[in-house]
Each structure stands twice: as structure tokens, then as C-alpha cells.
Antibody, heavy 121, light 111 residues
Framework: QVTLRESGPALVKPTQTLTLTCTFS??????????VTWIRQPPGKALEWLAL???????YYRTSLKTRLTISKDTSKNQVVLTMTNMDPVDTATYYC?????????????WGQGTLVTVSS | QSVLTQPPSVSGAPGQRVIISCTGS?????????VHWYQQLPGAAPKLLIY???NRPSGVPDRFSASKSGTSASLAITGLQAEDEADYYC???????????FGGGTKVTVL
């Protein structure tokens, strides 16, 4: 079955770089149409789409965060990594990774449980 | 600006019908991109509820239905139940942003 799990630090200091890893199973990111997306949700607020990487290694970023985000994949390890530079307290959120098997505009049919990242000195 | 607008909250008594709207623009819903809906129960990750405008994944009750017209979409819950109390989000692709958008979310309260 398809599973995704996010991992990374629970606490980062302002100005530091956050590195999150999404480890998945049950599908291959080399399959045509397959994508992994990162989404975040500040406490009590709405979902925010952050970045997507597809089977062809094409990458897409939230416009407002484009200069701070990098998404990459390691197909052999079934992992997708998101880095976010210059972290700020407003970046405190639960970060989710999710799968789409029908391209960039497809639905997100499987989600990880999320990982809470707090930005504080 | 590319946004998907949802009402912050809707409420209804058990058994009633509630509708959640999702209003976009010509660069997303109006451009023909599919709308997807997610249910987020308290403390849980979002779950896919409706895909491609009006399709339910296996296991989603038929009390949930959705439609799309022009630059808007809507999600209907009929026969509202206490377990439907959750946040609901719409999602669509935007060709200006070259990425997805989520709506602001709607909290459904069962009175």
C-alpha cells in the first residue's frame, strides 16, 4: 500500500535552513505522471501548497517562496527532500508531503501524517 | 491575484444539507482545471474527498457530492452527521502560478 512519512527537525532557529525528508513506499517516482508535493499548514490556518517534483524531475515552487525553496528526489531511496532557507517564526507550521499520480494538476490521493516544525530562538 | 475563496464556516443540524463554495478565476477553475476537495478532521492530515470535480474515491460516502461551473465549484454534504464536523479545502491548478492553490478552508459545524 502507499505510505508517506515526513521527517526532520521539530525546532529550528531563525535564519537557519530547514531540511525535510519525505520517505515513501508503494509507488515509484520514476513512473510517468507521478509527483510528490509539499504542503504546509500554520497552526489554525489553511493549507499552503509549497513545491512539487515530478517523475521527469521537473520542479515547481510557490511563487512567494521560490527563492527560499529547493525540492529534490532520490528515486533509489524513495525519498523527496525539501529545503527552506532563512527560516522565520512565520514559517512555523505542520509540513506534509503528498502524492499525485496524475501530474501537476492531479489530486493528492495519499498524504503523510505531517511533521510540526517550530521556528524559535 | 490567484486565490480560491471559500466561506470560513458553514453549519447545519444533523440530517440537513450544507453547501461549501469555492470561487476561483480564469487562471485556475475557469481555465478548465479540475477541482479536488479534502476533508481534514481535527488533529489529522487532510484526506481526499472528491477528485476531478465530482468523483468520490472508494470509501467516501455518497452523502458527499460536488460540482463545478465556470470559475466556481461547490461541495455538498447531505444528511449531515456529527462525524462530518471538519475543515474542508478545495484545490485547483493555476496556470499563472504553475502550481496548485488551496482554498482558505471552510469549517463545518454540526449543530
Amino acid at each position: 500500500q502507499v505510505t508517506l512519512r515526513e521527517s526532520g527537525p521539530a525546532l529550528v532557529k531563525p535564519t537557519q535552513t530547514l531540511t525535510l525528508t519525505c520517505t515513501f513506499s508503494g509507488f515509484s517516482l520514476s513512473t510517468s505522471g507521478m509527483c510528490v508535493t509539499w504542503i504546509r499548514q500554520p497552526p489554525g490556518k489553511a493549507l499552503e501548497w509549497l513545491a512539487l517534483i515530478d517523475w521527469d524531475d521537473d520542479k515547481y515552487y510557490r511563487t512567494s517562496l521560490k527563492t527560499r525553496l529547493t525540492i529534490s528526489k532520490d528515486t533509489s531511496k524513495n525519498q523527496v527532500v525539501l529545503t527552506m532557507t532563512n527560516m522565520d517564526p512565520v514559517d512555523t507550521a505542520t509540513y506534509y508531503c503528498a502524492r499525485s499520480w496524475r501530474g501537476n494538476s492531479g489530486d493528492l490521493d495519499y498524504w503523510g501524517q505531517g511533521t510540526l516544525v517550530t521556528v524559535s530562538s | 491575484q490567484s486565490v480560491l475563496t471559500q466561506p470560513p464556516s458553514v453549519s447545519g443540524a444533523p440530517g440537513q444539507r450544507v453547501i461549501i463554495s469555492c470561487t476561483g478565476s480564469s487562471s485556475n477553475i475557469g481555465a478548465g482545471y479540475d477541482v479536488h476537495w479534502y476533508q481534514q478532521l481535527p488533529g489529522a492530515a487532510p484526506k481526499l474527498l472528491i477528485y476531478d470535480n465530482n468523483n468520490r474515491p472508494s470509501g467516501v460516502p455518497d452523502r458527499f457530492s460536488a460540482s463545478k461551473s465556470g470559475t466556481s465549484a461547490s461541495l455538498a454534504i447531505t444528511g449531515l452527521q456529527a462525524e462530518d464536523e471538519a475543515d474542508y479545502y478545495c484545490q485547483s491548478y493555476d496556470n499563472t502560478l504553475r502550481g496548485s492553490l488551496f482554498g482558505g478552508g471552510t469549517k463545518v459545524t454540526v449543530l
